[in-house]
């Protein structure tokens, strides 16, 4: 896969790091967002063996209040600068044109699209990049999508959406070799639909396009096993391991260092050479 300054092997999962920017997540004591103290923890995540960081600057959960240009480029803007020299690709989570330019301008590698370049003027904001793009399925929007999710199929329905937009990429003359396919884990699911989603991945495939996966810490885990998303570390491992049993590529997750372990093990099972 092409994504930005680097060509990455997904011969092997690769985990990304999810870096949330953004006052809840990193304050300085007066409640006020610390850059330094988003990077410190994206460093951290490196050290524990993180292929890529996708670096958010707007809370994508549902109910989330939305953020203003301005906001979201002073947020994500000096992380980018900082992070320039972490020897892993930088992904950015936005659905912003806008963003997506200053972004990649400051040397992003990857766009991570919730709406799957669906904003106007989304597509010419990446198309003369060699960034990687990240295209996920999600059904209405962000503050209501979870009210009542329907699908004839839901299998067959986001299946249809990924293979229409990679199109659409393909077609604005973006090479295919830039494009991961993501099938939006909560977006607009109900739990059971995230299952079946997750049990039929296999059949869900659209040409060679790889996978990222995200079901890090999401309600279809806590719905089964009932527990706040902080206490939903083995669940998210879990769901990550049958993921790449079912041709997943790319994990997005909290927890990179417990991830990396558990992928090891997965990769040695399935390494016949390992006798
Ligand atoms: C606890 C913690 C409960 C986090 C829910 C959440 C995806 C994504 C998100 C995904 C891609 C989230 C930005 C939702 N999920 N991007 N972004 N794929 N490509 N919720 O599944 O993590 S945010």
Not at 157 to 186: C, S, T, W, Y
Not at 188 to 205: C, E, F, I, V
Not at 219 to 232: A, I, N, Q, T
Request: charged fraction near 25%; aromatic fraction near 6%; charge should be negative.
């Amino acid at each position: 896969m092409q994504c930005g300054r680097f060509e990455l092997d997904l011969g092997r999962p690769l985990v990304m790091g999810i870096l949330n920017v953004t006052p809840d997540s990193f304050s300085d004591g007066t409640g006020e967002l610390s850059i330094e103290r988003a990077v410190q923890r994206a460093r951290r995540m490196v050290e524990e063996g993180a292929d890529m960081i996708d670096i958010g600057g707007e809370s994508t959960r549902p109910g989330a209040d939305p953020v203003s240009l301005q906001e979201e480029l002073d947020r994500v803007l000096p992380v980018i600068e900082a992070l320039h020299d972490a020897a892993v690709p930088l992904s950015i989570d936005t659905f912003k044109p806008a963003v997506m330019q200053g972004a990649l301008q400051a040397g992003a590698d990857m766009i991570n699209d919730i709406r799957a370049l669906r904003e106007p003027g989304a597509i010419e904001a990446v198309a003369d990049s060699r960034c990687g793009l990240c295209i996920m399925h999600m059904q209405g929007e962000p503050r209501t999508m979870q009210v009542a999710p329907h699908y004839d199929d839901v299998v067959h329905d986001v299946k249809n959406f990924l293979a229409e937009r990679a199109q659409a990429l393909v077609q604005a003359g973006i090479n295919p070799q830039r494009i991961v396919l993501d099938p939006g884990f909560g977006f607009g699911k109900t739990a059971g639909q995230n299952y079946s989603m997750l049990r039929r991945l296999d059949s869900m495939q659209v040409g060679s396009y790889p996978w990222l996966l995200g079901f890090s810490r999401k309600s279809m885990l806590g719905h089964v096993v009932g527990r706040e998303p902080r206490d939903r570390l083995a669940a998210s491992l879990a769901a990550a391991l049958y993921g790449l049993e079912k041709g997943g590529h790319i994990l997005r997750v909290h927890d990179v260092a417990e991830t990396v372990d558990a992928v090891k093990i997965w990769q040695t099972i399935k390494d016949e050479s390992f006798v």
